[in-house]
């Protein structure tokens, strides 16, 4: 059986960046649109870190800032990744948004890159986590996020 | 000025339009709609920026940003006060305008942006914007936590 470099594999997640040296990842299925600077409506008495809508295709889409979630600044509002997940395997389909710093960077990741969660990052918001260039890069865990 | 609301239809919410916020309520839960000229700004009990009669009795006046934090004082735009049913008593809010009869596709607020307490019920898309859902209950105990703080 022939083993295939990493570098060789297809990209299999989108890298992505909250601003602030904030990385996490999520698979190349679950990104569905990116739209630069799109309108965005406040929405009084809600968290910081989701406090505007973005209308989509006949949605209303929570906007998500993972920066302020995480406790850092806000990012300035730019790109808008919309992203499509399932609170679990085979349920209903929902959509939110995640403000991005910069465009999602396509990457390949293997079993091999598997790696301990960083301590700062909340536990109940990571799938899971893998080094990348020396970097531990959690997987977003959507469906928490969003609820 | 004052018109008094009666027999309003269920069906028909007012559109409170609070700088660049516009909030949506039933028309049962308001008690009139008086000129912000009206209201008396003298003796106010803070963080109330006023009084205005009605029934013979009067009510707390609030002005509100359009995140609907207190104002403590009256931005010029603010033309209209609007009488909410309190349960016990009535309480006024400012608002740049009111005009009823607005519908569109209601939307649950997202989970994510769900706090307790939060006076906002739900979405509502429409071809002017996205409208804020409310009631004059929920309205009024948002003002009454703010009061309080």
């Known amino acids: ?147 | 000025m004052s018109v008094v609301l009666s027999r309003p239809k269920p069906s028909a919410p007012a559109i409170l339009k609070i700088s660049g916020l516009r909030l949506s309520l039933p028309q049962t839960g308001m008690r009139a709609l008086e000129a912000a000229d009206d209201v008396d700004v003298s003796g106010a009990a803070t963080p109330a920026i006023g009084w205005i009669v009605h029934g013979q009795q009067r009510w707390p006046v609030y002005c509100l940003s359009q995140d609907l934090a207190l104002l403590h004082e009256m931005p010029s735009e603010r033309r209209a006060c609007v009488l909410l049913d309190a349960g016990e008593g009535c309480v006024g809010v400012l608002c740049d305008d009111v005009s009823m009869g607005h519908e569109g596709q209601r939307h649950e607020l997202p989970p994510a942006m769900r706090l307790p307490d939060t006076p906002i019920l739900g979405l509502m898309e429409t071809e002017e914007g996205i409208v804020c859902l409310t009631s004059a209950e929920r309205l009024a105990a948002h003002l009454a936590r703010l009061a309080g703080a």
């Open chain 1, 1 to 147: 059986m022939a083993i295939r470099k990493l570098g060789a594999l297809p990209p299999n997640a989108w890298l992505l960046d909250f601003g602030t040296s904030l990385r996490a990842a999520v698979g190349t299925r679950v990104l569905l649109q990116i739209l630069d600077a799109p309108k965005l409506h406040e929405v009084p008495c809600t968290p910081a870190w989701c406090h505007s809508v973005l209308s989509w295709q006949g949605r209303l889409l929570p906007v998500m800032d993972m920066a302020v979630c995480l406790g850092e600044a806000p990012q300035e509002r730019r790109l808008v990744a919309i992203a499509g997940y399932q609170d679990r395997p085979g349920g209903t389909l929902h959509f939110g948004a995640l403000l991005l710093a910069a465009p999602p960077q396509a990457i390949a990741v293997g079993d091999a890159q598997s790696c301990a969660l960083p301590e700062t990052f909340p536990a109940e918001f990571a799938i899971s986590c893998f080094d990348h260039e020396g970097a531990a890069i959690p997987v977003l865990h959507l469906a928490r996020i969003f609820s």
